[in-house]
């Protein structure tokens, strides 16, 4: 049965139909007429119950619960974090803020920068603060900030603080014996955004659907990623009695663009999966041998033929390769009893037409074909399906 919420105006109409049946004559058509404006007062309270049920009701449900906090009899929470709190992920990520080191230029030798001296990002507009009193000792001195204050009021947290290496950060207010500007010398912490909305509630959602099962694919996946800068983990059975877990981590923590781990990180996570406590492993089944290897990448070139017309070619070929970018970074590998469908395992050239035909017909365009070989290759491919461990990538892309 679907449960469809009535308008104001319907449930003020069925009062006066009721009250009118229930009195035996019509209710007088003024407005101001006592029926008619009890009717009216009813409704708004009527519909109130209405949106307030179906909100609750919603919120039973981790794909529809709000992220919003809300005050109910006292008590502010918000849905869908009290749920990732039951499930035993905690809160969503907040965001951190940017570190950097920059080098003062001194021109006069003496006395010191106190702790806390606000500077300004010249292609930013983020304000940091410098972390420790800064001695005047040398021509060119060394220090750290810290990303305090945007425009946007959210503290300096998050990627906005970032800055690359030679971006210029200028003193508000020029201390004396010191250069006004100066420049960013090296990275101490990048910052990152806090955790989207979306990001957050497809955690939730994976952990009630991998719930652990003492020994599982889910359980290895979740252990390995415990380890520092490990985002994925793709766990086989091998040999008779073995495991092989494939790890991928983030750029930033392994260095590689590709997210190939370091061995440091392959160990570390294997630690986690063996749990060694007083000479024990804990954690996976006993009798097990596991073995943590890290992903391949596997490279496609990618051309797309014959774009036109088209007024802004440059703009509509961006297009292309950013949307295309992000469908191949979906693309995993589909372990049967861990991965939630749909299957995300499988390149076809016919989604990718797909998605480079909605962005010309948006740009009243048109193209001829598309074609994707593996990187360096030279026959065509209709598809390609992820192997053992292996994550895709677009390489090259080309338009002709």
Request: net charge negative; proline share 5%; no cysteine.
């Amino acid at each position: 049965m679907s449960l469809t919420t009535p308008t104001t105006t319907e449930i003020y109409t069925n009062l006066i139909a009721q009250i009118e049946a229930a009195i035996g004559q019509t209710v007088p058509i003024l407005p101001k007429a006592f029926v008619r404006v009890l009717a009216k007062a009813l409704s708004g309270v009527f519909i109130l119950l209405y949106k307030y049920g179906g909100w609750m009701f919603l919120q039973i449900f981790v794909q529809t619960a709000s992220i919003r906090t809300t005050s109910i009899l006292g008590k502010t929470f918000s849905p869908l974090v009290f749920w990732g709190r039951l499930v035993g992920i905690g809160d969503p990520v907040p965001a951190t803020g940017a570190e950097l080191e920059i080098t003062i230029s001194v021109i006069t030798q003496s006395g010191s920068i106190p702790s806390g001296t606000l500077l300004l990002g010249a292609s930013n507009g983020v304000t940091y603060a410098l972390l420790g009193t800064v001695t005047l000792n040398d021509s060119v001195i060394t220090a750290q900030v810290r990303a305090v204050a945007d425009q946007a009021g959210g503290g300096g947290l998050g990627a906005i603080g970032n800055l690359e290496v030679g971006s210029v950060v200028y003193f508000s207010s020029t201390p004396a014996n010191v250069a006004k500007n100066t420049v960013v010398s090296g990275i101490v912490n990048t910052a990152s955004d806090s955790e989207s909305e979306t990001a957050y509630r497809q955690r939730v959602l994976d952990k009630f659907q991998k719930r652990p099962q003492g020994g599982a694919y889910a359980d290895y996946e979740e252990w390995a990623e415990e380890a520092p800068g490990i985002i994925n983990a793709y766990p086989y059975t091998g040999d008779p009695g073995e495991v092989n877990v494939y790890l991928e981590a983030t750029p930033e923590s392994s260095g590689s663009a590709d997210g190939i781990p370091t061995a440091a990180q392959l160990a570390a996570a294997l630690d986690l999966i063996e749990l060694d406590v007083d000479g024990l492993a804990t954690r996976r089944p006993a009798g097990t041998r596991v073995f943590t290897f890290p992903i391949s990448r596997v490279g496609f070139d990618v051309t797309v033929i014959g774009i036109s017309p088209v007024s802004d070619l440059d703009t509509v070929r961006d297009d292309i390769e950013t949307a295309l970018n992000e469908y191949f970074s979906t693309i995993e590998p589909y372990i049967s009893g861990l991965s939630v469908p749909p299957r995300r395992d499988t390149i076809t050239r016919t989604q990718m037409s797909a998605i480079v035909e909605d962005i010309t017909t948006a740009a009243n365009a048109t193209f001829s074909a598309l074609l994707f070989v593996l990187e360096g290759g030279s026959g065509t491919l209709g598809e390609y399906t992820m192997g053992e461990g292996e994550r895709a990538k677009m390489s090259n892309i080309i338009f002709l």
